[in-house]
């Protein structure tokens, strides 16, 4: 660790860990397969966890690689390199070699997954020293690659597992083959076995690794959350009536197909709510097909992480929608949170812990996953009563701020690091 008052971040005046009569800052390294640039609920949400622990005074990098996620092409301003060091807001970013792969398909996504973790195994020493290790699960080889560089930092570690897996790539029927199962169950019992920490954003998560036999002291709840301060509200600003707003992946346990199926039967009934859909994935190709004659849905792409408090600002409602899938019931939808945090009503077609928080909130309408008819029922009900919809809306917005904000996280994780610190 590094003394407290060395030159280049400001300090937070708190001592974090004390040794003698010095105080010292923990020295972290979050190693992970996806951050920005790159769009999505992990890289917004390992960015905002790294800032925040830069900000309260910790000396924070993160090794990753060159930003290529969901399509396979890596970023203009990144390439013919294999490797690079940038100061990214309060942190450090080292970058390293990667295989570019699109989001789709077994053979190239897996190239895709070990060729990070075998460069970052190799770029660690670039990295500097760390006192702690942040490893972002799935996938399972960034795990595995973390352990080694743990090891050879002689660094506690933390193993932030955002699903289950191969759990879930099993249940989804992605993951058939019994050798890759039996490798991947391998794979997953060497990390959780090495980690100091587990880091699970919900009880339920929690409750299963608990029940499969990891102590319960190691295992930690880290919510998902949210900054408010990203969706600041207009209250003279007026949503565009009807229009339903759906943000984030689109892939294999998300179910978008149920929208477009509810959308084709509002459509039908005379509706005149119209749809846009904000992100990529695994999927995309299949639901635009699945949206063919439907003229009041739009697909918008990928947004840039500061364009998305614009767009969830039109909504009427915003939609969330998954797989009718038991292991997803212990997930929480990070767009869930951030349509709460827009103070937008959210329409779940969803089950678990994402519908217990949308109910608990009083934050929009739950109705069963995969179920088209229902989605489009509840959707009409918000439609025909705006009233309601805004007032569903605020009160998301107030429990995301009681409950649900980034800085729960970031508290529960800085005491998790401090602890490994002091043992190194």
């Not at 397969?33 to 622990?53: K, M, T």
Request: proline share 7%.
């Amino acid at each position: 660790m590094t003394p407290d008052g060395a030159p280049g971040r400001a300090s937070s005046g708190v001592c974090s860990v004390r040794r003698g009569s010095l105080c010292w800052r923990v020295r972290v390294l979050f190693i992970t397969h996806y951050f920005p640039p790159e769009v999505g609920a992990p890289q917004s949400r390992l960015f905002d966890l790294a800032s925040a622990l830069g900000r309260r005074g910790h000396h924070v990098t993160v090794l990753t690689g060159f930003p290529n996620y969901p399509n396979g092409v890596i970023n203009s301003d990144y390439r013919g390199r294999w490797f690079q060091i940038e100061e990214l807001d309060v942190m450090r970013v080292v970058r390293t070699a990667i295989y570019p792969a699109p989001n789709r398909g077994v053979a190239r996504r897996l190239l895709n997954h070990a060729s990070f973790a075998l460069s970052c195994i190799v770029s660690s020493r670039r990295a500097g020293s760390a006192d702690a290790v942040v490893v972002e699960t799935p996938p399972l080889f960034t795990a595995a690659a973390g352990v080694a560089v743990a090891r050879f930092k002689r660094a506690g570690m933390v193993l932030n597992v955002a699903d289950l897996w191969p759990d879930a790539v099993i249940a989804l029927g992605a993951m058939q083959n019994r050798p890759a199962i039996a490798g991947a169950r391998a794979i997953e019992r060497f990390a959780y076995r090495h980690a100091d920490v587990i880091a699970v954003p919900t009880p339920g998560l929690r409750r299963t690794l608990v029940g499969r036999g990891r102590p319960p002291d190691q295992v930690l709840v880290v919510p998902h959350g949210v900054d408010p301060a990203r969706f600041p509200l207009d209250p003279s600003r007026e949503p565009v009536s009807g229009r339903v707003v759906y943000c984030g992946t689109i892939g294999m346990g998300h179910a978008t197909g149920t929208l477009i199926d509810a959308a084709r039967t509002l459509q039908d009934s005379g509706s005149r709510c119209e749809f846009v859909i904000a992100g990529d994935g695994a999927e995309r190709a299949q639901v635009t097909a699945r949206a063919d004659g439907l003229d009041r849905v739009t697909f918008a792409g990928r947004l840039p992480r500061d364009e998305l408090a614009a767009l969830l600002a039109t909504a009427q409602m915003t939609v969330a929608t998954q797989r009718d899938v038991p292991l997803l019931a212990d997930a929480l939808s990070t767009k869930v949170l951030e349509y709460m945090a827009a103070a937008r009503p959210v329409v779940g077609a969803v089950s678990g812990w994402t519908a217990e928080v949308i109910e608990r909130a009083g934050a929009g309408i739950v109705c069963p996953p995969e179920r088209p008819e229902e989605l489009a029922r509840a959707i009409g009900q918000l439609a025909a009563d705006p009233a309601g919809a805004r007032e569903m809306g605020l009160r998301g917005r107030r429990y995301v701020e009681r409950h649900l904000t980034r800085d729960v996280a970031v508290e529960r994780l800085e005491a998790a690091l401090e602890t490994i610190a002091r043992r190194t």
